[in-house]
């Protein structure tokens, strides 16, 4: 079964920094491009990251540029999400997104159920 | 970055019915390749998202062929040819075509 499973969500104080992780199972992890998007409580989809097969090339939203930091683990098909300087406006249900073939960019075909983070003081 | 726009925000239809979405970017999503690079997913109620659509009107796998998306440069429609109890949720338009991604703010499918 594709999947992904993302963990590491929690209440942090604003200024507090947290790392999202995401496990993907059951396709070439390996060779997928992958996202993370979030969504505010009651809000709509806003795209945070994105990182290419090998990490060579990555991106972020002006958001969370200077802030966050993409990465992936290939060997052990782990995608995380670094967040530093949190502030309030990142509260969100976090989701790791990806692509289980190598279309475009922003082909995300597979996605995580999400893990919640909560900055509040 | 590109501004997404869908309407209506609220979709009430008829089971057995059909439905329309319309998404309207802030720039031409056609890429040099000639194709319009414009992504349709839905949320269910308390789910993630999931693809229907990729690039205008390539039904992702699994997707009923109820489903059918169109259009080019600026406008662009998701079509439900007959609408089942299952198909609520929240359907997102995304431009794929530059960088930031982003999605319009989402059409609610609703059960009359």
């Known amino acids: 079964e594709v999947q992904l499973v993302e963990s590491g969500g929690a209440l942090v104080q604003p200024g507090g920094s947290l790392t999202l992780s995401c496990e993907a199972s059951?396709?070439?992890?390996?060779?997928?491009?992958m996202n993370w998007v979030r969504q505010a409580p009651g809000e709509g989809l806003v795209w945070v990251s994105r990182i290419n097969s090998d990490g060579s090339d990555i991106g972020y939203a002006d958001s969370v540029r200077g802030r966050f930091t993409i990465s992936r683990d290939n060997a052990r098909n782990r995608l995380y999400l670094q967040m530093d300087s949190l502030r309030v406006e990142d509260t969100a249900v976090y989701y790791c997104?990806?692509?289980?073939?190598?279309?475009?960019?922003?082909?995300?075909?597979?996605w995580g159920k999400g893990t919640t983070v909560t900055v509040s003081s | 970055d590109i501004v997404m726009t869908q309407s209506p925000l609220s979709l009430p239809v008829t089971p057995g019915e059909p439905a329309s979405f319309s998404c309207r970017s802030s720039q031409s999503l056609l890429y040099s390749n000639g194709k319009n690079y414009l992504d349709w997913y839905v949320q269910k109620p308390g789910q993630s998202p999931l693809l229907l659509i990729s690039?205008?009107?390539n039904r992702a796998s699994g997707v009923p062929d109820r489903f059918s998306g169109s259009g080019s440069g600026t406008d662009f429609t998701l079509k439900i040819s007959r609408v089942e109890a299952e198909d609520v949720g929240v359907y997102y338009c995304m431009q794929a075509v530059q960088s930031p991604p982003t999605f319009g703010q989402g059409t609610k499918l609703e059960i009359k």
């Open positions: 690039v205008t009107s």
């Open positions: 059951g396709f070439s992890f390996t060779g997928c491009r």
């Open positions: 997104a990806g692509g289980t073939v190598d279309y475009y960019i922003y082909y995300m075909d597979v």
